[in-house]
């Protein structure tokens, strides 16, 4: 099983509004990844978790509030965002130490849309 | 810091011929992985094909080959009898192989249309 999986699939919420994109995985990855994709442009990272630990966080504004509670679900909490923010969000997972290869495996993404 | 350039902002190709999509990097590491993923319009990034650098065989998988030239920083995909399910953008990106949440690092993408 490659699956990721990503929840909602489209989210329109309001500058005002509180909203969580959920993701999980079921291949024993220890490393989850969130990502922001603008239309025609590559994904841009904003937070690693390695073993629920967060390891890298780009800088990413505090409205922005990532959460992993187990090690195959990686939650992002959303407040008082931006329509600039509007954009698909991508959840990706991989292996870590001791793995043979460590490509990432992506979701299909939520298209979050700030009105 | 690495980078990765993809010089071709968009290519077609007739179906069932044969296109090459290009990619260089530069890094100073000696160790790093190299990969293909496709993301169609239906938008689920795929992952394509990876290159361990370490490996001078180039990768294959079905219709899809990379050139892999480590010494250039060079990393092409050729894909053969192309197919109009291959309709999509293509992102080379490229990863330290010091830990294994190293995170990606993206070329800006390839859109490539198959024409019937």
């Known amino acids: 099983d490659t699956e990721v999986t990503q929840t909602p699939k489209h989210l329109v919420m309001g500058m005002t509004n509180k909203k969580s994109l959920k993701c999980e995985q079921h291949?024993?990855?220890?490393?989850m990844y969130w990502y922001k994709q603008k239309a025609k442009k590559p994904p841009e990272l904003m937070f690693v978790?390695?073993?629920?630990?967060?390891?890298i966080n780009e800088s990413v504004p505090s409205r922005f509030s990532p959460e992993c509670p187990n090690s195959s679900l990686l939650n992002l909490h959303l407040h008082a965002l931006q329509p600039e923010d509007s954009a698909l969000y991508l959840c990706?997972?991989?292996?870590?130490?001791?793995?043979?290869?460590?490509?990432?495996?992506f979701g299909p993404g939520t298209r979050l849309t700030v009105t | 810091a690495q980078t990765v350039t993809q010089s071709q902002p968009e290519m077609s190709v007739q179906e069932a011929e044969t296109v090459t999509l290009s990619c260089t990097y530069d890094?100073?590491?000696?160790?790093?992985?190299l990969f293909w993923y496709k993301q169609p319009p239906s938008r689920q990034m795929i992952l394509v094909i990876r290159?361990?650098?370490?490996?001078?065989q180039n990768a294959t998988e079905n219709r899809f080959s990379v050139n892999f030239q480590k010494a250039a920083k060079s990393f092409s995909l050729k894909i053969s009898d192309s197919q109009l399910g291959d309709t999509a953008m293509y992102f080379c990106?490229?990863?330290?192989?010091?830990?294994?949440?190293?995170?990606?690092?993206f070329g800006k993408g390839t859109r490539l249309s198959v024409i019937a």
């Open positions: 978790y390695s073993y629920e630990k967060l390891s």
């Open positions: 890094t100073s590491e000696n160790n790093y992985y």
């Open positions: 990706a997972s991989s292996q870590t130490r001791g793995g043979s290869s460590y490509e990432q495996y």
């Open positions: 290159q361990e650098a370490y490996k001078q």
């Open positions: 990106a490229f990863m330290n192989q010091r830990m294994g949440n190293t995170p990606l690092v």
């Open positions: 291949m024993g990855h220890r490393a």
